[in-house]
Nanobody, 129 residues
Framework: QLQLVESGGGLVQPGGSLRLSCVAS???????????IGWFRQAPGKEREGISC????????NFADSVKGRFTISRDDAKNTAYLQMNSLKPEDTAIYYC???????????????????WGQGTQVTVSS
């Protein structure tokens, strides 16, 4: 399993933007580029929700309807890092945001937690005036 560390969370006003980063380490034989990366969030009292994912080779990218058109996902394989750019933030986006990595060579995107085997510790995003 990989070690994942998220950063970039914080307090932002409605309509504002944040960019989350997820840095991976702990590779053995497979390169970072062979892993699909997912972003999830969990608000108090709610289930963990898959909001975006990017597959190995950027072949497959998906967004939940709740964030479509406002969030973008990208990855820099040379830096072992994935990003979640969040624009036009709303109070309902308030949650702990997690990144996750699939097993290697998963060339598709998934919004299900069961598709991922490595998880970061999460970063808090609060949208409030």
């Amino acid at each position: 399993q990989l070690q994942l560390v998220e950063s970039g969370g914080g307090l932002v006003q409605p309509g504002g933007s944040l960019r989350l980063s997820c840095v991976a380490s702990g590779f053995t034989l497979e390169a970072y580029s062979s892993y699909s990366i997912g972003w999830f969030r969990q608000a108090p009292g709610k289930e963990r929700e898959g909001i975006s994912c990017i597959s190995s080779g950027d072949a497959d990218i998906n967004f939940a309807d709740s964030v479509k058109g406002r969030f973008t996902i990208s990855r820099d394989d040379a830096k072992n890092t994935a990003y979640l750019q969040m624009n036009s933030l709303k109070p309902e986006d308030t949650a702990i945001y997690y990144c996750a990595a699939s097993p290697p060579f998963q060339y598709y995107c998934s919004g299900y937690t069961s598709s991922y085997e490595s998880w970061g510790q999460g970063t808090q995003v609060t949208v409030s005036s």
